[in-house]
C-alpha cells in the first residue's frame, strides 16, 4: 500500500472513530494483515480496539455475513472477539471489535 493511500485509510478510520465513540486523540497502527481488509490496531484511554475496513462495494456483504457469524460462535460458547460497532461511512463498511 502506498503512503498516500495509507493516509486516506487512515483519516477515513479517524473519522469512524470521532463519529462513533467521539475519539479525537488515538494511536493507530496499521497491520499488514489479509488481502483486502485494511486493519487498525487502535489504543486509546478506553479500551484497545480493533479496526478493520474495505470498500464498501466490496465488503459490505461479507462483514455483515462475519458479524452474524461471530455472534452465533459467541453465543455456543466459541470465544471470538466482542463486536464494538459496525457500520458505514461513505464508501467504507468497517467492524470495530475488542
Not at 502506498?2 to 469512524?16: H, N, Y
Request: glycine share 6%.
Amino acid at each position: 500500500m502506498t503512503r498516500d493511500r495509507l493516509a486516506v485509510v487512515e483519516a477515513v478510520a479517524r473519522e469512524i472513530l470521532k463519529a462513533r465513540f467521539a475519539i479525537d486523540e488515538a494511536d493507530l497502527s496499521h497491520q499488514e494483515a489479509g488481502l483486502t481488509n485494511y486493519v487498525f490496531e487502535i489504543t486509546t484511554a478506553h479500551a484497545p480496539m480493533v479496526l478493520r475496513m474495505g470498500p464498501r462495494d466490496e465488503k459490505e456483504i461479507i462483514f455483515r455475513r462475519e458479524q452474524c457469524v461471530i455472534e452465533l460462535a459467541r453465543e455456543a460458547g466459541v470465544p471470538a472477539p466482542s463486536i464494538v460497532a459496525s457500520g458505514e461511512t461513505g464508501d467504507w463498511v468497517f467492524m470495530i471489535e475488542e
